[in-house]
C-alpha cells in the first residue's frame, strides 16, 4: 500500500510534466494541424536557460521570468524562420522541418551546455515532507500546482478573450475564420510563442528533479507527443488526461516490474488504448481535417 | 463602390467565369443570377478573396483586391455568408458574432495573455456589439445556445449576424435564402432592406426569384460563365437572353 501510494505521487508529478508538454502540442496542431517536433526541446532549454542565468548570479525569480521570456523569443523566432516563409506547405514537410530544428536546437544546446547534467536548485525549500506512508518533495507539489495553474490559465486566455476566440475559430474553421479577418499567420505565430511558453514553464518546474542535460527534450518531447495522441489530438483537457495517464502508467511499470522496463510499460499501453479507440481518449472523430 | 474588369477563371479546362465585366454604386441591393453552374459561386469567392481571377481585375473602392490574402478582406470592409453555413459549431451563438468583432478590436497577443486592464472592457464591449447585432436579425432567445444545435433558418441568421459584426462596407450574400421556407423568406427580405437602408450595399446571389426582384435595385445576370443581362428587375424580366437562358429549349418549341 505504501508502495502504491509513493508510485502514485510520482506518477502524477511527472505526468503533470507530460502534460504540459502535451498541451504545447495542441496548441500548435489546433491552429496550424502542425506536430511540432521541438516542443521538448523547449522544455529543455527553460532547464538550461534557468541554469545559465542562475551561473551569472541573478535572482532566482527574476532568472525564471528571463527564462520564459527567452524560450518563447525562441519560439517566436523558430515559427518565423521555418513555419512563415515555407507558407501553404503542407503539415507532413513542415513536422519534418520542425524536426530538423529539434535536431539544431538541441545541437547547439551540447556546444554551449555541454553533454553533462546540470543542476538547478529548486523553487523553495527540497527537504523531503512525509505524507502517511509516502514521502514527497515540496517540488513536485510545485509541478503539480503549475500544471494546475497553466490549465487555468489557458482556459481564461483561450476562452475568455477575444484572441483566444479569434484562436478557437482558426481552429474550428479556418475558412470562416479568414472571412472574418482572422490572420492565419499572426495565429500561427502566436500558437508558436504560448507554446514556446508552456514549454519553458515545464523546463522550469522539472529542472530540480530531473536534471537536464542537452537531449532531455527527445524523451519528453516523444512522451508529451504520446499523451496528446493518447487523449485525442486537439484536445486541451485530453492532453491532461493523457499525461497523467502515461505519468502513471510508466511509475507503476517501474515499480511493480523493472524499472528498466518503464518506457515499455507506458509504450505498450498506449498502443492498447489506441487500438481500442483510435481517436484518442477525448477525441473527436474527425482530427487531422482542416488546416490553415 | 465595386467594379468587375474582364475576369476570366478557369479551373484546370473548365472555364467558370469568362470575361466578365460589371459595376456597382454604394447603398444598392444588387443581385447576381443566373440557371445552375452559370459561374455566380466563382464570382463570389473571387470578390471575397477565398481565390483569385485566372484574368482581370477587381476594384473595391479605389483599390485593387484581387491579389489580396482572404483575411484581408474584413478589415477593408468586404463580409460574406455562405450557401454551404460556415459557422464555429462549437462556440455559442454569441461567441460566434463576437469573432466576427476580432478586427474591430486593438488587444494585443501579450496584452490578452497577461489580461491587462482594458482587455475586460474591450471583451465587454465586444459582447455588448456582439449582442446588438444578435438582436437585429432577432436571435436574441438563443444567443447562449451552442451553434451546432440550431435550425438552418437560425444558422442563416447567425451567419448574417456574424457578417454583419466586421462592420461591412459591402455584404456579399450566397443563397441566404435557400432552404428557408416563405415566412423566414419574407423577414429575410425585410432584414436585408434594413441593412441597405442602414448604409451597407448588398450583393446577392439568389435563386428565390421572388426575393431578387422584390428587393434588388440592380441584377446582373450570368449564364454558362458570361454576362448576359443587367439592369433594374424590369428590365430583366423582359429580357429575351434571359428568358432563353433560364426557359431554354421550352420556349424555342413552344414558339415552333
Not at chain 1, 499501453?269 to 481500442?276: D, E, K, M, R, S
Not at chain 2, 465586444?126 to 438552418?152: C, P, R, S, T
Not at chain 2, 436585408?192 to 450583393?203: A, D, L, M, P, S
Not at chain 2, 435563386?207 to 431578387?212: A, G, K, P, S, T
Request: include cysteine; charged fraction near 15%.
Amino acid at each position: 500500500m505504501s508502495d502504491f501510494l509513493q508510485f502514485s505521487v510520482t506518477g502524477i508529478t511527472i505526468g503533470s510534466i507530460y502534460a504540459i508538454v502535451a498541451l504545447g502540442f495542441v496548441t500548435i496542431y489546433s491552429v496550424t494541424k502542425v506536430i511540432n517536433m521541438a516542443q521538448g526541446e523547449f522544455v529543455m532549454l527553460g532547464g538550461m536557460i534557468m541554469f545559465t542565468f542562475l551561473g551569472i548570479g541573478l535572482n532566482y525569480w527574476l532568472s525564471f521570468l528571463l527564462t520564459i521570456l527567452a524560450v518563447m523569443a525562441i519560439g517566436w523566432v523558430m515559427e518565423k524562420a521555418i513555419i512563415q516563409p515555407t507558407k501553404g506547405a503542407d503539415p507532413i514537410s513542415l513536422i519534418i522541418l520542425t524536426i530538423g530544428a529539434a535536431i539544431f536546437i538541441r545541437g547547439v544546446a551540447s556546444m554551449i551546455w555541454g553533454k553533462g547534467q546540470v543542476r538547478v536548485p529548486a523553487f523553495t525549500s527540497n527537504e523531503p515532507i512525509s505524507i502517511g506512508p509516502a514521502t514527497i518533495t515540496p517540488q513536485s507539489i510545485w509541478v503539480v500546482l503549475i500544471m494546475l495553474f497553466i490549465v487555468l490559465l489557458l482556459y481564461i486566455l483561450i476562452d475568455r478573450t477575444m484572441i483566444g476566440k479569434a484562436f478557437q475559430a482558426c481552429s474550428v474553421n479556418p475558412m470562416a475564420a479568414r472571412l472574418m479577418g482572422i490572420s492565419p499567420a499572426r495565429m500561427s505565430s502566436f500558437s508558436f510563442t504560448l507554446s514556446a511558453v508552456l514549454g519553458a514553464i515545464a523546463g522550469l518546474a522539472i529542472a530540480p528533479i530531473m536534471f537536464p542535460a542537452y537531449d532531455t527534450g527527445l524523451m519528453l518531447g516523444i512522451k508529451g507527443f504520446s499523451a496528446a495522441i493518447l487523449g485525442g489530438l486537439g484536445s486541451a483537457p485530453g492532453a491532461v488526461l493523457g499525461g497523467l495517464i502515461i505519468g502513471l502508467l510508466e511509475s507503476f511499470g517501474a515499480g511493480y516490474i523493472s524499472s528498466g522496463l518503464k518506457d515499455a510499460v507506458a509504450f505498450t499501453a498506449i498502443l492498447v488504448i489506441l487500438l481500442i479507440r483510435p481517436s484518442g481518449i477525448l477525441g473527436e472523430r474527425n482530427v487531422g481535417k482542416g488546416g490553415l | 463602390m465595386l467594379e468587375v474588369k474582364n475576369v476570366t477563371k478557369t479551373f484546370g479546362g473548365v472555364v467558370a467565369n469568362k470575361d466578365v465585366s460589371f459595376s456597382f454604386e454604394e447603398g444598392q441591393i444588387v443581385g447576381l443570377i443566373g440557371p445552375n453552374g452559370a459561374g455566380k459561386s466563382t464570382m463570389f469567392n473571387m470578390i471575397s478573396a477565398i481565390f483569385p481571377p485566372s484574368e482581370g481585375e477587381i476594384i473595391f473602392r479605389k483599390q485593387r483586391i484581387d491579389k489580396m490574402p482572404t483575411n484581408a478582406m474584413a478589415p477593408l470592409g468586404i463580409s460574406r455568408t455562405f450557401q454551404n453555413l460556415q459557422v464555429f459549431k462549437n462556440m455559442t451563438v454569441v461567441e460566434n458574432v463576437m469573432v466576427g468583432r476580432h478586427i474591430r478590436t486593438k488587444t494585443g497577443t501579450l496584452r490578452a495573455a497577461l489580461k491587462l486592464p482594458g482587455t475586460k472592457k474591450e471583451e465587454v464591449s465586444a459582447y455588448d456589439k456582439a449582442m446588438e447585432y444578435i438582436q437585429f436579425v432577432g436571435l436574441q432567445d438563443l444567443y447562449d445556445h451552442l451553434a451546432g444545435n440550431l435550425a438552418l433558418g437560425k444558422l442563416r441568421l447567425l451567419e448574417l449576424a456574424r457578417a454583419l459584426a466586421t462592420e461591412p462596407k459591402l455584404l456579399l450574400l450566397d443563397e441566404i435564402a435557400a432552404g428557408l421556407n416563405h415566412k423566414e423568406t419574407k423577414e429575410m427580405s425585410n432584414l436585408i432592406e434594413k441593412i441597405r437602408n442602414n448604409g451597407t450595399t448588398v450583393f446577392v446571389v439568389e435563386h428565390d426569384m421572388d426575393l431578387v426582384m422584390s428587393i434588388c435595385d440592380k441584377i446582373i445576370v450570368l449564364d454558362q460563365g458570361e454576362k448576359i443581362a443587367e439592369g433594374t428587375p424590369r428590365e430583366i424580366q423582359s429580357n429575351q437572353r434571359v428568358i432563353t437562358a433560364y426557359l431554354g429549349a421550352e420556349v424555342e418549341k413552344n414558339a415552333q
